[in-house]
């Protein structure tokens, strides 16, 4: 276990070797790699290092770019010139060997933040991961915290954010340096602010997609499952399972999205004493396809011949067998529609009245 302080002793020591620094978050970063890499920076700048936060992918989430937007967070679109330009590269939010990053796998991190787990060896300079913190911003806050720097409003905003995202309002932690954490940064935090990053306006688009997702859903017993087909953008096949799991009688929500030649996917439950992630990693061929934390797991498989729809068919159907087995569903049960007509609500409410 890394002790509170050791992050800006090191940031301190190193800070002419460090300068200038990348921050690298998760490809389609989400509030806690987004707040996990503003206070980074934040930290870096008060010992003297420069430094520059990029994620691979986009942000398509409209509250976290909303985010962005109200609490100027200074995050940029990866380049692949960065990597030759940054010889140190800062990971939060994830680890080196994760296939949820755009970090190049021939490259030795220098720092590594993090709160979920792996099976794998972490390789870099300074390493500080806490699986029981709940959420990496809890990491970087306890830190500013303890160093007693002066919190602006706009960071404590997106780490009380990151914070309460990533632990679900605290449903998946109990640590109590996280609670205090969260307890001691409120006060500097503008809830008005978060209030309309948590209710952003979305896109015209955005619904269209949402109606594509229910219509393709299938409840078979306690899982629901859609296959949203060609997404403009992978965030909304989580929003989605996150969307489907309130399903009454559902435990599990399974969603896919094609994006370019890449299959992603997610995975949530309600049940507290499984892991997603490792169930998910179960169903892919490569393990590392996957991860997560607690109930939510997501992942990705490229998909080789992806000219051909039924490639894609094919690798939809695989995952969801593979998951309806793992679940030990029943063999006799069969996947039936969620609404049988996009007119049932309809029909059903006049009859009703
Ligand atoms: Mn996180």
């Known amino acids: 276990m890394t002790k509170p302080l050791e992050l800006s002793y090191y940031l301190e020591e190193r800070k002419d070797e460090l300068n200038p620094l990348l921050i690298l978050t998760h490809d ?14 934040y930290l870096a700048y008060h010992v003297g290092i420069r430094s520059k936060i990029v994620y691979g992918g986009h942000i398509g989430r409209s509250e976290n770019r909303e985010m962005v937007r109200l609490l100027k967070i200074p995050a940029k679109k990866l380049r692949t010139s960065d990597f030759r330009h940054y010889p140190h590269i800062a990971l939060v939010d994830t680890q080196p060997g994760f296939e949820n990053n755009s970090f190049p796998p021939k490259r030795k991190a220098s720092i590594v933040i993090d709160q979920h787990s792996t099976a794998h060896e972490v390789v870099a ?50 640590k109590r340096e996280t ?3 969260y307890f001691e940064l409120l006060p500097l935090a503008d809830m008005r602010l978060l209030a309309r990053i948590q ?16 219509q393709n859903a299938l409840v078979r017993q306690r899982l629901i499952v859609s296959h949203l087909g060609v997404v403009e953008n992978p965030d909304l096949v989580a929003q989605m399972a996150d969307f489907l799991l309130t399903c009454e009688g559902i435990q599990w929500a ?6 370019g030649d890449t299959l992603h996917f997610s995975l949530r439950t309600h049940l507290t004493d499984v892991d997603a992630a490792t169930i998910l990693r179960s169903i892919v061929d490569n393990p590392r396809a996957a ?21 894609w068919e094919r690798e939809e159907q695989t995952l969801v067998e593979r998951l309806a087995k793992r679940l030990k569903l029943k063999h006799n049960s069969k996947f039936q529609p969620l609404v049988r007509s996009q007119y049932e609500i309809v029909e059903r409410s006049e009859n009703n009245g």
Do not use: H, W
Not at 126 to 152: M, Q, Y
């Open 28 to 41: 389609y970063p989400d509030p806690d790699a987004l707040a996990s890499a503003f206070a980074l920076q």
């Open 125 to 174: 300079d300074f390493i500080l991961i806490d699986t029981e913190a709940g959420s990496t911003s809890a990491l970087l806050g306890r830190e500013l915290l303890a160093k007693g720097f002066e919190v602006p409003v706009k960071l404590a905003t997106a780490l009380v954010y990151g914070i309460l995202s990533d632990t679900l309002e605290f449903s998946r932690t109990t």
């Open 179 to 181: 609670i205090d954490t």
């Open 199 to 214: 209710n952003p306006s979305r896109p015209r688009r955005f619904f269209g997609e949402m109606v594509r997702g229910i």
């Open 254 to 259: 399974f969603c896919t999205g094609r994006y």
């Open 291 to 311: 991860g997560g934390y607690g109930q939510v797991a997501g992942g990705k498989v490229r998909v080789r011949e992806n000219k051909d729809p039924n490639a």
